[in-house]
């Protein structure tokens, strides 16, 4: 068994993340992650309230524990391709106590 270098929860079952797009940013994640071979190495799962509501889609990744906040489709890529493949997480969705830090 492999284990994932990458783990990527979104919450989509909670008050206000699925009204917010949660399940489309989902899915574009895993069509990111599929059409690029990567689902041995990225794991890309749904989670239930991350108790941020209001604030999303909410997105949090391990083993960094970087979260971030109000994701779009459109900024599933860049996501993918800074922080899990290049370490570099996305600053500008960076999410923490005070709220986005941009
Ligand atoms: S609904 Fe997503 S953080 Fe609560």
Known sequence: MTVFKKHVFIC???????????EEVLGEFRKEISERGLKK???????????QCGNGPLVVVYPETVWYAFVKTEDVKEIVEDHLLNDKPVTRLIYDERGRTT
């Open 12 to 22: 989509t079952s909670g008050k206000t993340c699925p009204d917010q797009g949660a």
């Open 41 to 51: 190495e990225i794991r890309i799962n749904k989670a239930g309230c991350f108790d």
